[in-house]
């Protein structure tokens, strides 16, 4: 089955105490991508990759790292993590065309909480 | 820098009821892809619908449709004899088909459904 995996989906953890947030495709896609959900915002981009070693910033980097040394997987790395950090993190995963409205699959959410 | 506005918090319908969903959205180019996603309480991602800005018919989905106004940079979703299940909060996306892969959110709208 085609699909996005994110690995923990609920985390609750203390400032200062660096994690890791796994995401994990099967579908071979170039492009992969971090979103996380506030209320009222709703989801904005952190990081995205459109190859294996490509990565860029998003919208709202402050406070995150990335890497893609392989295809299929895309983690977030929260070095220091703060309170203000406290979401609902998506990773996302698409094939690299630019013809036709190429689908994003999201995976299903880690809802991270930094007391 | 584009930008998706969604004007409405919350929405209710009565079941079997038809209920619009607003969206707007601004930018300077003129190829893009707009969406539409439902996140029921699992908080997956689900796409409801798309439409290609080139594409002057509006797209379907069964029950879902949408009324795309390029001129005037709107793009509403119609959910047609509304089921329980289609309470979910509702984001509209945008995303080009020149420059970016990122995916730009609006802040969402919760629809509840009435039995």
């Known amino acids: 089955e085609a699909q996005v995996t994110q690995n923990p989906r609920y985390l609750i953890t203390v400032t200062g105490k660096k994690l890791t947030v796994t995401c994990s495709q099967n579908?071979?896609?170039?492009?992969m991508s971090w979103y996380r959900q506030d209320p009222g915002l709703g989801l904005r981009q952190i990081y995205y990759?459109?190859?294996?070693?490509?990565?860029d910033k998003g919208d709202v980097p402050e406070g995150y790292k990335v890497s893609r040394k392989e295809k299929r997987n895309f983690p977030l790395i929260l070095e220091s993590p703060s309170p203000n950090q406290t979401s609902l993190y998506f990773c996302?995963?698409?094939?690299?065309?630019?013809?036709?409205?190429?689908?994003?699959?999201f995976g299903p959410g880690t809802r991270l909480t930094v007391t | 820098a584009q930008t998706v506005t969604q004007s409405q918090p919350e929405m209710s319908v009565q079941e079997a009821e038809t209920v619009t969903l607003s969206c707007t959205y601004d930018?300077?180019?003129?190829?893009?892809?707009l969406f539409w996603y439902k996140q029921p309480p699992s908080r997956q991602m689900i796409l409801v619908i798309r439409?290609?800005?080139?594409?002057?018919q509006n797209a379907t989905e069964n029950r879902f449709s949408v009324n795309f106004q390029k001129a005037a940079k709107s793009f509403s979703l119609k959910i047609s004899d509304s089921q329980l299940g289609d309470a979910a909060m509702y984001f509209c996306?945008?995303?080009?088909?020149?420059?970016?892969?990122?995916?730009?959110f609006g802040s969402g709208t919760r629809l509840l459904v009435r039995p």
């Open positions: 996302a995963s698409s094939p690299l065309i630019w013809t036709g409205a190429g689908e994003q699959y």
């Open positions: 579908m071979n896609h170039e492009y």
């Open positions: 990759s459109m190859n294996v070693e490509v990565t």
């Open positions: 930018t300077s180019e003129s190829d893009y892809y």
């Open positions: 439409q290609e800005a080139y594409k002057q």
């Open positions: 996306a945008y995303r080009s088909a020149i420059s970016s892969y990122k995916l730009i």
